[in-house]
């Protein structure tokens, strides 16, 4: 096969040339800068503002612990993971372009399947609940101008569902960029929001301490009492850990992020800094959200800063606040939606190789476009904005999916693929400590999981459809 008359072929695979890569495609050009925003775009989610909720409940001492253990945990399994981007070598082998690709060379066709199960379910998941999430954002702008014209005790009751609608037109036409290269413009400005409503929500806690002081808090989170039971504390702790660890996920998108890399300096150690430098920045962010939250509300903190009010002036702020998480949210629901595109896209065009609907492109008005990619994408985003109106609540869902995928995709095939391609000796040091590990995050992973299933069994028996935000 040869592409071009600059593109030659050797018996090992393809000769990378000026425009194109060691395995055919055009070349890539992706820093470690860009894989920086793209990680920090998927790991600082708005979910950065309940941070102080779940240090109500895990108390000063396991929230910070909780905190800083799974910065560590999740940032040793991803830089294992950045050695499998290639197999068998981690700097010359072949290119696995998917999360998916990476299991099946070290792991197997069983595992590639069970993973995939795990990965496209979890970002289906997220990709719903982003919609809700959106629109609950969209949705308190309004609220919050109406609380400053009608004072804070008024009704302000809104509906999502027009703001999900809007959610998903904007999606519909940023779902038209091809693929995850094309991508980084976008995270660069999603991680810029991501840091300004982080800044936004430290600084509104900081005005509040300097205003009113420390809020009651305690070393081990609200205590036990007349109003919370044991076993209603042991629920909530349970949904914080899940929380936390869910927060640092995004080893399932890693492997995509890394295949934008140029391949000089070698991809895995790119990624390595990247890596390093995302979990490092949103662990900063994490910390001071969670302590400095927790030091202004106390025991009574709100699960978002912005959407829950726990804030109702400077109103203008709290708009920005949330605009800006409207804005992070559009480029993070295409960070992970573009694995699920390309997966699509790409066992469509294995079927129907022949079908020009699926494989030819055409060009409007300077843009690239295709009429599956146009039609599969489109109908994708309408699906999952239908199931976030009917089901409010998803949220909920997305906690419980995110607690049993935490396990797998984060901890448990990193860990195997890394021994796997890495020839560690069974019962050695290195594999006694790494199984030590996954059992321990198993652990953690299933509590999550018992947690969030009480939160989501709760809210069902409250479920009301089309439910409107108070």
């Keep these: 096969m040869q592409v071009g008359s ?92 998917s999360y998916m690709d990476a299991v099946k060379s070290n792991l197997g066709p069983l595992q590639h399947k069970l993973c995939g199960i795990a990965q496209y379910g979890v970002l289906v998941g997220i990709t719903i609940g982003y919609t809700t999430t959106t629109a609950i954002s969209m949705a308190a702008i309004k609220r919050s101008n109406c609380f400053h014209k009608q004072g804070h005790e008024a009704g302000c009751h809104v509906s999502n569902n027009m703001f999900m609608v809007i959610f998903a037109v904007i999606q519909i036409i940023l779902s038209q960029i091809p693929n995850f290269h094309k991508l980084s413009p976008i995270s660069v400005v999603a991680a810029i929001m991501s840091f300004s409503y982080s800044l936004i929500g430290i600084g509104l806690s900081i005005a509040k301490i300097a205003e009113h002081g420390i809020a009651k808090t305690s070393l081990t989170g609200i205590p036990v009492g007349p109003n919370l039971s044991g076993m209603e504390k042991m629920w909530r702790t349970f949904s914080a850990l899940g929380d936390v660890a869910f927060a640092y996920s995004f080893c399932f998108v890693l492997i995509e992020i890394q295949d934008t890399l140029k391949s000089s300096p070698p991809e ?39 959407t829950g009010f726990g804030f109702y002036d400077p109103y203008w702020l709290v708009d920005i606040g ?15 939606a573009q694995p699920l595109f390309g997966f699509m896209e790409t066992s469509s065009k294995k079927k129907w190789p022949q079908n020009k609907l699926v494989t030819r492109d055409f060009s409007l008005c300077g843009f690239e476009l295709n009429t599956f990619r146009f039609a599969s994408r489109a109908s994708y985003v309408i699906v999952t904005t239908i199931i976030a109106m009917l089901f409010p609540f998803f949220n909920d869902f997305v906690g419980l999916l995110g607690a049993g995928t935490f396990w797998p995709l984060s901890v ?16 050695s040091f290195t594999w006694i400590w790494m199984q030590i590990l996954s059992l321990a995050c198993l652990i953690v992973s299933l509590v999550a999981a018992v947690g969030s299933t009480r939160g989501l069994i709760t809210s069902v028996e409250s479920f009301k459809p089309f439910q409107s935000v108070s």
């Design 268 to 306: 895995n150690k790119q990624m390595k800094v990247a890596t390093a430098a995302g979990i490092m920045a949103s662990t900063v962010f994490y910390m001071l959200c969670g302590v400095l939250g927790y030091a202004a509300f106390g025991n009574d903190a709100p699960g978002n800063f912005l």
């Design 6 to 97: 600059s593109f030659a072929v050797a018996e090992s695979g393809y000769l990378p040339s000026e425009k194109f890569d060691d395995d055919g495609r055009i070349k890539r050009t992706g820093t470690w800068k860009s894989a920086t925003a793209h990680i920090i775009t998927a790991v600082i989610g708005s979910g950065v503002l309940s941070l102080a909720w779940c240090f109500a409940q895990l108390g000063w001492i396991a929230g910070s612990i909780t905190l800083a253990l799974f910065s560590v945990i999740t940032m040793y399994n991803s830089i294992l993971l950045t050695d499998c981007y290639r197999s068998p070598d981690p700097v010359t082998g072949t290119r696995n372009y």
């Design 412 to 427: 448990y095939f990193p860990i195997e693929m890394y021994i796997s391609q890495a020839k560690i000796r069974k019962y």
């Design 322 to 336: 949330n605009i800006c998480i409207v804005i992070h949210l559009l480029g993070a629901y295409q960070v992970l």
